[in-house]
């Protein structure tokens, strides 16, 4: 027999509190942050109390919200696709469209956001990082026929980057990851799937087609029985490649995800926890992280799996070493895209640093070296080769492509890099992957961060600025 509206509405404090999914209720709060099977999955079944009868249940009127009804009005009149030159375009058009807590969550970065801010003459941000490295090009060169294909922890692809992960793809789509499952596979690119994902993990694998191959990203639970879990899940399902993220023992301060007033109840691997609400999205859905995750525990995940196993947020030349020494199959160099330690350095910066000390010591070839953070031209991509990558990880701009158009933006983004690749290729005269290499670019500026840097128009546009605390409303009387 189903429960009704007036039974619900009883239980509404926090000693006593139920709540509708799948139907009206908290279904709209849920659904962007919580994969579909997370209740079967991690909610006791005494917890379930059963159908509802929908028409038994009060309507809720929504005040008129003028900020949404601009936002609505902004998505009618957002540019055609077509209007899309560039990866900032599709950011600039996200930012129009896109629900406050959404893009307060996608573009929030750590602290004071220097290393997000393409403004400062202190620090060098993953964006302009890139803007200081120089090319040195060769002519005369037959590039005719150019080549950008790859090989990455044994797959090969159309282009060397791949899809990074990035949680919660609901908030800026109804489908979520999928639509970069999808659209990974119609560009032939591998997908890294994250553990904080809106969809379920079986959902996104499920979306793979034919040989598509997908990667996982781990953030290691406390309960490392549900972390074996995962892993072992994930290897039987086909995963190839185990991303484990070592950047993160607690999630980072982000303000600006802060001010939109986050209160949803967190990922679906922490379902039925407290969570501190208080911070924002990052650290409502994290609470399971596990802080004690260290050096000594690398030998137990070559333990419990086959798959290659990657170290995800590796910052300085000592710790690549030492991911060699404990027999690592790779690491991926990055700052968490700014939205960790603020002033941390940027992955191409600790590429360039890096390579030179592997090839002095012979182990350059002992390991595979991937960067994200920053990357948003194909110029990107090459100067990270030049240096030593074995390919780039990009986030961010595909959120940006799926929230502003969907499957088709992100599809856009990728074929939009890839005419770009061709161009930059045939212009610095490299007519394979193989042929790029450290005579190619001019790194001389990299390292001074209190030199000034090329302004980049596109990028202090789409910039959002930190705020502020605004006034208090005036009392009424």
């Given at each position: 027999m189903a429960l009704k509206g007036s039974d619900v509405a009883q239980h509404n404090d926090?000693?006593?509190?139920?709540?509708?999914?799948?139907?009206?209720?908290?279904?709209?709060?849920?659904?962007?942050?919580?994969?579909?099977?997370?209740?079967?999955?991690?909610?006791?079944?005494?917890?379930?109390?059963?159908?509802?009868?929908?028409?038994?249940?009060a309507k809720e009127e929504k005040a008129h919200d003028p900020h949404e009804a601009a936002r609505l009005e902004r998505i009618e009149q957002k540019p055609h696709l077509s209007q899309c030159y560039n990866l900032f375009d599709f950011e600039?058009?996200?930012?129009?469209?896109?629900?406050?807590?959404?893009?307060?969550?996608?573009?929030?970065?750590?602290?004071?956001?220097?290393?997000?801010?393409?403004?400062?003459?202190?620090?060098?941000?993953?964006?302009?990082?890139?803007?200081?490295?120089?090319?040195?090009?060769?002519?005369?060169?037959?590039?005719?026929?150019?080549?950008?294909?790859?090989?990455?922890?044994?797959?090969?692809?159309?282009?060397?980057?791949?899809v990074t992960a990035t949680a919660l793809g609901k908030l800026?789509?109804?489908?979520?990851?999928?639509?970069?499952?999808?659209?990974?596979?119609?560009?032939?690119?591998?997908?890294?799937?994250?553990?904080?994902?809106?969809?379920?993990?079986?959902?996104?694998?499920?979306?793979r087609q034919g040989d598509q191959v997908q990667w996982l990203q781990l953030y290691v639970n406390k309960d490392r029985e549900i972390t074996r879990k995962i892993v072992q899940h994930a290897e039987a399902r086909g995963c190839k490649g185990l991303f484990i993220t070592v950047d993160a023992p607690q999630l980072g301060r982000r303000e600006k995800d802060m001010r939109t007033k986050f209160t949803e109840q967190g990922s679906n691997v922490q379902s039925g926890q407290d969570t501190d609400n208080s911070q924002g999205a990052a650290r409502a859905i994290s609470s399971f992280i596990d802080p004690s995750l260290s050096w000594k525990d690398i030998p137990w995940f070559k333990s419990i799996t086959k798959m290659p196993i990657i170290l995800k947020g590796v910052q300085r030349v000592e710790d690549v070493v030492r991911a060699i020494e404990v027999q690592a199959d790779g690491v991926v160099l990055s700052n968490h895209g700014g939205r960790q330690l603020d002033t941390a350095r940027s992955g191409i910066e600790i590429l360039a640093e890096?390579?030179?000390?592997?090839?002095?010591?012979?182990?350059?070839?002992?390991?595979?070296?991937?960067?994200?953070?920053?990357?948003?031209?194909?110029?990107?991509?090459?100067?990270?080769?030049?240096?030593?990558?074995?390919?780039?990880?990009?986030?961010?701009?595909?959120?940006?492509?799926?929230s502003a158009y969907g499957q088709d933006g992100v599809e856009k983004a990728m074929q939009l890099l890839k005419d770009e690749m061709e161009m930059g290729m045939r212009l610095i005269g490299c007519a394979r992957v193989e042929d790029l290499n450290p005579s190619l670019v001019d790194t001389r500026g990299l390292f001074v961060h209190s030199n000034s840097t090329p302004a980049d128009a596109l990028s202090q546009t789409v910039y959002d600025p930190l705020v502020v605390p605004s006034q208090r409303a005036k009392a009424k009387l």
């Open positions: 926090a000693n006593s509190c139920w709540v509708i999914i799948h139907g009206k209720d908290a279904t709209e709060e849920f659904e962007p942050i919580h994969p579909p099977d997370t209740l079967d999955k991690y909610l006791e079944q005494s917890k379930h109390l059963g159908p509802v009868d929908m028409s038994t249940v600039a058009v996200a930012r129009r469209v896109m629900k406050t807590t959404a893009w307060g969550y996608y573009s929030s970065a750590a602290d004071d956001e220097i290393v997000l801010g393409p403004f400062s003459n202190f620090i060098t941000p993953p964006i302009t990082a890139f803007h200081r490295i120089w090319f040195r090009p060769q002519v005369l060169v037959d590039v005719e026929h150019v080549d950008f294909s790859t090989t990455m922890l044994g797959t090969r692809c159309s282009i060397p980057f791949y800026g789509h109804h489908e979520g990851e999928v639509i970069l499952t999808r659209a990974a596979h119609k560009h032939d690119v591998i997908q890294m799937i994250p553990t904080l994902a809106s969809c379920s993990f079986d959902e996104i694998v499920d979306a890096t390579m030179p000390v592997l090839r002095a010591r012979g182990l350059q070839d002992k390991i595979e070296i991937f960067i994200d953070g920053g990357i948003r031209r194909a110029t990107d991509i090459i100067k990270a080769l030049c240096l030593g990558a074995r390919g780039v990880g990009i986030g961010r701009p595909f959120l940006y492509a799926m």
